[in-house]
């Protein structure tokens, strides 16, 4: 037997036993001719003192001792002279009998520590070694708690964990679609699913009533900062329910998994919010709310007084930086040079201090007298103090600007504590967006997602202004999940696909199997999906997702460890009846 | 709100109340003016009763219905004057105020009953309607079922479920794996991993400890009865463990889930069986413990007596099927032909009756006398009434010829009931097989499995004798899992990679990863998966693992429903960097 106990176990309880710990070397210190090794393991650090004095054989073995050697320790556990009250352990030690080296350790290339020396890339190769250290362990800990926490939940809630194919049909429009050829069927493909769609509705045609999946998607996609082309879905389907009975179920279950996995409890319901809204106030779809600072339309405020740059604009916006009319001159213009970012977009920024003698100072004080800019602060909620923060240009790339650059306020006025979370429903969506480029509509959501019925009338007038029955779930500004209400008419999802530009062999092409399952019984159904990666990295308080995967890969969609994607054999490509095209 | 209740739930102490249900139509009868209505979901059927006499709009309602409709039912609920014992709803029934369709059907392409009148091939097409069937979605909700226990055992147990990556590197030796191109990079693959063997070892180098993770896994293989290109595993990994502490573990795991999904319990420890003594006893490595009938060595007894088969055979095997002696000439005629069925592959079949009058009558009289048949008798525990099979051949042949006639042979005699579970551990495997056309030796397990040390010192002399420490999971002659004890010396891993054939720059090739890793400090590890289809099916009583599967393949890798593998477009090969070679 390796061990009678883990490296975290023991306490003054346990004194004059005799016990055996196995683990890692995480430090060793001399003192006399004592030597003091911190031993450990998953579940804890424990320390083991030796004395090789009076035997050679184990005075040998300490001296050979390295980081991260790994040890089989028998002693007697003793109750500690100098406690250690940061450490579960920290009040007893273990008087080593005999100490044998299980394996010998290379120095590691970073250290594994909590506050590490290793840069990204070098944990990424070596993420072995990186999941020995405390945050990423305890990153995979509270990933797995929630996942636990995700099913009891849902379990108890009847509904059902069904597993779904990865080796599914390639659609035409599934331009991101990973694919994966067939030995057995040269020259065709199996896809990798973006997501369990499809099938999870065809669940519901099946009777399945309550379906959910915590499962692995795909996406062959243009790399964006934190993707991954493999992120992992917590996927749910149910049947007779309205959007409400939808919300609340999942409302519950965030509730559940905030309560098991961080002790967080919320009273009352989570807030709603429709999408213009969301738009309007954040200038964006899935707005931070664990601060206020909401934008301000002062479009009309700012106009017609022969600023040019303001009255050429299509919309004036700003924001209340509460207490900040103390700004210095080198921090106003670090701030226009932040918005000017291309990733930003604004050609300017415009500022008026509301300074606390009640004079007013701005960047255009030429065009506004201290009155109309007094009126401005009225209008907008500002104090003496304060800091009006003002973009212009045309109404999109404005809000969204302004909602960049409220985040960036709220961050630097410390608004965002990684501790407080502020969930969010975001409602009432667009079914549809409009491609200028392209002239055509697209889904929203997506085309199985079913209008408000309250709007169907206007498909074919003023189909941009149908709402649809689709949600989000935002924390702290990050989209955790979303879902719909689905189209469950055969009819009615025809003259979705036709608006949507399919004509109706591509739509049978494309989704026969799912139009064929709605002839024989569908029922009205809907559901959600949350982004588990993402959840899970909100609740940690990482920047990354990468910090909450075991294996993740990099930006460039690589695996540093396992260095993949690589080449493979001709031997291979023959047998899967392809070759390279030389590009 | 779409419904108050289930269609499972109502019950007598609901009478009274006023209720509103979903479902579909499972029949219709028509008794006067009353129209009676199954009304079934998930969860049970209800029997509706409406009365459209007075109410013309109900009336055409009722004429229009058609199994499969989906309704939505308000009524009240009433007791039953005939009252159906069989149906826990069946003391009452709705008697319905309002109907309302919420979709039509076509007629299904077959009964939607527990004997369904549609073949294999029509069901899979036809899936989602397939799992409306209570057999199939009965199998759903044990699988379900399964999966929650196996994950409250382990997280008890302290696993964490660690999700590995499913798009990793393919290995020179990975022939089956499914490859995936990178749009990204073109002309590099990823693989889809048949095992997260690497990964989960990785774990254990990082610390983790306890691995588990219920994973799909994927094998592009030649076409076998029973097989699918993904399947699932319940893939797990322990540190400082030995070879009983992990049998120990899963032991647990399995008794878990038998009590949990079946009500099953089983007193003391599942029984252990040598590799030897199971292909010894059994002529296989996965016995079928239900029943006895052990194979019997009749070499030595039966040669020498002037019968030239036997006299040539290198050996001579049988089994005694209890009670048998009055087999027909025909019935063992056919049971010879089906010996000799090539996937038998035996040359013939020799039979000894022990007649209840104690007289012998064999197929091979003339070179035996009574007295010499009754001591083979006395050998292998015939008794008078029972019946000798006698096969003669090649010793790997005719051992595998004989366990399947003894399987066949239990099949009908009724000695494999299907709701008697008889779980067997099989240790004790040999390390390595050895390849007679490729004069080379393969792993049996995998290349990481760790030698038994006792038989460390026979693997440059005779290493065909070495045995491992790896272990198997029998039910009822299936294999349901199987693992080891790893390798975690560098040195040891080096020596079985030469063993194997590897020179040391493949093996870096291949697992250099791996063994970068173990220089880091290794911890003693080791293993076991189990199939998790396969374990499902077992315990449903299933003959095809397809049937606990929601979506699966056919035997020709095909998803009839889905329609793929399909061929893409140009543009995605395009986009791919590959191209379809010709044959």
């Known amino acids: 037997m390796y061990r009678t106990h883990t490296c975290g176990e023991l306490r003054l309880s346990h004194v004059k036993k005799t016990v055996t710990l196995s683990g890692w070397v995480q430090r060793i210190r001399k003192l006399g001719g004592m030597t ?55 009040e007893i030690e273990i008087e080593a009998h005999e100490i044998h080296i299980l394996n010998k350790a290379e120095l590691p290339p970073f250290t594994i520590e909590d506050d590490t020396d290793g840069g990204e890339e070098l944990r990424m190769k070596y993420r072995y070694l990186d999941i020995r250290r405390n945050p990423i362990r305890q990153n995979l800990e509270l990933r797995h708690r929630m996942a636990q926490s995700i099913r009891q939940y849902l379990d108890k809630q009847g509904f059902l964990e069904v597993e779904t194919p990865v080796l599914i049909g390639s659609t035409p429009e599934g331009a991101r679609d990973f694919v994966v050829p067939s030995r057995v069927w040269n020259g065709q493909f199996y896809a990798l699913p973006q997501s ?19 499962v692995k998607c795909f996406r062959d996609e243009d790399l964006r900062a934190d993707r991954q082309p493999e992120f992992t879905q917590i996927d749910c389907e149910m049947s007779f329910v309205e959007q409400k009975d939808v919300i609340a179920m999942f409302e519950g279950l965030a509730k559940f998994i905030f309560k098991q996995a961080k002790d967080v409890e919320f009273s009352g319901d989570f807030p709603q919010m429709t999408y213009a809204d969301a738009m309007k106030y954040y200038g964006c779809d899935k707005p931070d709310i664990r601060f206020d600072m909401k934008l301000q339309d002062l479009t009309a405020a700012f106009k017609g007084k ?27 213009d670090e701030l226009t040079e932040w918005v000017k970012r291309p990733q930003i977009g604004a050609k300017g920024l415009v500022y008026v201090k509301y300074n606390s003698d009640h004079t007013v100072k701005s960047s255009i004080d030429k065009f506004y007298t201290a009155e109309e800019l007094h009126a401005i602060a009225a209008q907008c909620g500002a104090k003496s103090g304060d800091l009006l923060l003002v973009l212009s240009g045309n109404t999109d790339a404005t809000l969204n600007a302004l909602c960049e650059l409220r985040l960036e306020m709220g961050k630097r006025l410390g608004l965002r504590p990684k501790d407080t979370f502020a969930p969010l429903w975001v409602v009432d969506f667009p079914l549809f967006e409009w491609d200028e480029a392209e002239q055509r509509l ?16 206007l498909l074919d007038s003023k189909a941009h202004n149908v709402r649809a029955n689709a949600y989000d779930f935002v924390v702290n500004g990050s989209e955790i999940g979303g879902g719909s209400i689905r189209i469950f008419d055969s009819a009615l999802q025809a003259k979705m696909f036709s608006l949507l530009g399919f004509t109706p062999e591509q739509a049978e092409a494309q989704f026969g199997f799912l139009m064929g399952a709605f002839k024989y019984g569908a029922p009205p159904h809907g559901g959600l999906a949350f982004g588990f990666d993402r959840f899970v990295s909100i609740l940690s308080g990482c920047d990354s997702i990468r910090d909450v995967i075991a294996f993740p890969k990099n930006n460039a969609a690589k695996d540093l460890m396992a260095e993949c994607p690589t080449r493979i054999s001709q031997a291979q490509l023959q047998e899967l009846g392809i070759s390279i095209t030389e590009a």
């Not at 003091?36 to 001296?63: K, M, P, S």
């Not at 697209?442 to 997602?449: C, N, R, V």
């Open 442 to 457: 697209y889904a929203k959501h997506h085309p199985f997602t079913s209008p408000k019925p309250e709007d169907i009338h």
């Open 36 to 90: 003091f090794v911190d031993l450990r393991d998953r579940y804890g650090i424990t320390q083991v003192i030796a004395n090789g004095a009076n035997n050679a054989q184990l005075q040998e073995q300490l001296n050979s001792l390295g980081r991260e050697y790994v040890l089989q320790v028998q002693g007697t556990v003793v109750e500690r002279e100098s406690k250690n009250a940061h450490n579960p352990t920290g």
């Open 196 to 214: 369990p769609q499809l099938f999870k509705q065809l669940l519901m045609v099946g009777g399945i009533d309550k379906y959910f999946q915590i």
């Open 306 to 332: 022969g600023f040019s740059v303001f009255d050429s604009a299509q919309h004036i916006g700003a924001i209340v930086a509460q207490g900040c009319s103390d700004y210095s001159r080198k921090e106003l």
